[in-house]
């Protein structure tokens, strides 16, 4: 059974940063294509935040462009979302994503909150 742990997030002032993480278990992170980093902020729609796919470019929601990182650790299974330049518009629950390989199975963590203070 595929599990999705994140970690990392909590309380910060604007212009902080913080470094999330979701642990992978059950399968590779090879398996999955895109791993992903959405976050839900109170009243609005989850949106994806940042997209690494096993080739290819990685892409970033137009807000987070030159702030946010995301980056895979293959030999750790884990998924890290690198946030710098924070704001308050960036608080919210973060949630890592795996996407299988074939399109089929979309598995979530349970999510980790971000709190940014102006």
């Known amino acids: 059974q595929v599990q999705l742990v994140e970690s990392g997030g909590g309380l910060v002032q604007a212009g902080g940063s913080l470094r999330l993480s979701c642990a992978v278990s059950g399968s590779s992170i090879f398996s999955f294509d895109p791993m992903n980093w959405y976050r839900q902020a109170p009243g609005k729609q989850r949106e994806l935040v940042a997209s690494?796919?096993?080739?290819?470019?990685?892409k970033y929601a137009d807000s987070v462009k030159g702030r946010f990182t995301i980056s895979r650790d293959n030999t750790k299974n884990m998924v890290h979302l690198q946030m710098n330049t924070l704001n308050p518009e960036d608080t919210a629950v973060y949630y890592c994503?795996?996407?299988?390989?074939?399109?089929?199975?979309?598995?979530w963590g349970q999510g980790t909150q971000v709190t940014v203070s102006s």
């Open positions: 690494s796919p096993r080739i290819g470019s990685r």
């Open positions: 994503n795996a996407v299988s390989a074939d399109g089929n199975r979309n598995h």
